[in-house]
């Protein structure tokens, strides 16, 4: 990407203060150029968002990592549409439509995705017009070819899980389509976070998805240390990646039993959820909390490890016991029968959709934000990014199962080089109180006065991204997150195509996409 970086830098029509990475204000025309070196392949869609009257949109280089947000000022309520070239953009964009009111010209999907018609009003972020139910019903794609049925499933669901409304046509028990609707649990995230204070905006971003509540919280942390120039001092960067290394190796030991028992192997489930629980419970020792919710703040954390013998425990009675556990997996056949082969997400759809975690690791995609772009402690830590080929179930397993070594290793490594000192330091500009403007604009305050920051941090299921803008005092002005399931979910739709539908949990979990995480 860096002869398109150059080329957008050179034709930006300001930059603006984000760091680390620049943010650049582009026309009509250089828009449209970014878009189609997207489609091409020549950068990766890491984010679209907006705000009133603008339209931002983060593009990230495959090759080091680093970032680029370019925006285009909407004045008149249009902006040229990017998924009309890109389609992993097009959910983005009805997210953009039902929030904010502006209009992606020429794009490709009109439906609404966030707005089930039920919030009383159109826009909320941005015109606010008031609306009454119309009753329509969503209109599902139609799938065309031999008689074919169609099966409804959620959005409540058999489990204690988040709702979400699949729909499938089939032909017999071949899958021909699936199409997800999605928008439940929507909550207002980016409202939420409308000129509010740091405190309060962490808190939000903590819980988008509680599974990832460390990875959230840090990537908010970073953001908002990068907006405000706020140094961390070293225990508690690698006390960080101490709680972000325990809460992947919780999830994926989760993940591998549930996978297993959507196969009918409730044996995997159990021992694998009674590691799990065992790393809840050291976390709850070590932070205080089972889910480390909390336990990061901008400027270092807010709880010390005092004790990492309980760690220590734990890795070594992982090490004893998943082996076995990998062996039972490795050498039941009717198990293998049903992972190898299923659900097979092509890596070409890998790329352009920029999957990571798992997701993308299992079909080839070889991106993990820990490596590039980096942050500390990564740098100055040993581990090797896992990557598959063959894009199935398996793979999706097996990328799970090396990454539980990787994090014990890292876990260890991590103890043994805990540096002393503080775990926090003083935000600096210091925050000043100040009257905190109502929500549904900027903050009262110049323009000049804010600053913005960036940041990309690597949770289990993948990449997180968080932007922020804020003003000299540390409140929030502006914010948005994105969760890598909001280009998984798509490609699940891809990968159960031409399987059975029984094997959709299967595919299901083996994605574990967030719909929390989502629908914001």
Not at 122 to 136: F, I
């Amino acid at each position: 990407m860096s002869t398109l970086r150059t080329a957008l830098l050179n034709a930006a029509l300001t930059v603006e203060e984000q760091k680390p990475w620049p943010r650049i204000t582009v026309d009509a025309d250089t828009w449209r150029q970014a878009t189609l070196a997207v489609a091409a392949g020549n950068a990766t869609l890491s984010g679209l968002w907006a705000e009133p009257g603008a339209v931002h949109m983060a593009l990230l280089d495959d090759d080091d990592g680093s970032l680029m947000v370019l925006t285009l000022l909407a004045s008149d309520g249009r902006f040229p549409s990017v998924g009309l070239t890109h389609p992993p953009a097009q959910r983005l964009e009805r997210k953009i439509v039902d929030l904010y009111g502006l209009i992606p010209e020429g794009m490709p999907d009109d439906r609404r995705w966030l707005d089930h018609d039920r919030w009383g009003v159109r826009a909320p972020l941005g015109s606010s017009a008031p609306a009454s139910a119309d009753g329509a019903t969503y209109p599902f794609l139609k799938a065309e070819g031999p008689p074919l049925h169609q099966i409804a499933v959620g959005p409540v669901h058999a489990g204690i899980i988040e709702p979400g409304h699949f729909r499938f046509s089939a032909n017999g028990e071949i899958v021909v389509r699936l199409e997800e609707r999605l928008g439940y649990v929507h909550k207002g995230i980016e409202g939420l976070l409308i000129n509010t204070t740091l405190e309060a905006a962490a808190k939000v971003v903590a819980r988008v998805s509680g599974d990832s509540t460390v990875a959230y919280s840090l990537a908010f942390a970073r953001a908002a240390e990068a907006a405000l120039g706020v140094a961390v001092p070293q225990r508690a960067v690698w006390l960080r990646a101490l709680m972000a290394e325990l809460e992947r190796l919780a999830n994926h030991l989760g993940d591998i039993g549930a996978i297993c028992n959507d196969a009918a192997f409730a044996l995997m489930l159990a021992h694998c959820g009674m590691l799990r629980e065992e790393v809840l419970r050291a976390t709850k020792i070590a932070f205080g909390h089972r889910l480390m919710m909390d336990c990061i703040v901008p400027g270092g954390i807010a709880t010390d490890l005092h004790d990492a013998a309980p760690i220590l425990a734990l890795t070594m009675h992982i090490r004893q016991r998943f082996p076995r556990l990998v062996e039972l997996y490795d050498n039941t056949a009717s198990l293998q029968n049903r992972t190898v082969s299923t659900g097979r997400l092509l890596p070409e759809l890998a790329r352009r959709f920029g999957a990571g975690g798992p997701v993308g690791r299992a079909s080839g995609r070889a991106f993990d934000a820990r490596k590039a772009p980096g942050y500390p402690p990564y740098g100055d830590l040993d581990f090797k990014m896992i990557k598959r080929e063959d894009g199935d179930v398996d793979a999706r397993i097996w990328v799970r199962i090396d990454e539980v070594y990787e994090s014990l290793e890292l876990i260890e490594q991590i103890v043994d080089r805990l540096p002393a000192g503080p775990i926090a330091y003083p935000l600096a500009p210091a925050l000043r109180e100040r009257k905190v403007p109502q929500a549904g604009g900027l903050a009262n305050e110049p323009r000049d006065s804010a600053s913005e920051g960036l940041a990309m941090v690597e949770g289990f299921r993948g990449d997180i991204l968080v932007w922020l803008r804020t003003d000299e005092t540390g409140h929030v002005l502006r914010g948005t997150v994105r969760d890598p399931s909001v280009f998984h979910w798509p490609l699940l739709e891809a990968a159960i195509e031409g399987n059975i539908v029984a094997d959709f949990p299967l595919c299901n979990k083996s994605f574990n996409c967030s719909y929390s995480g989502h629908d914001l």
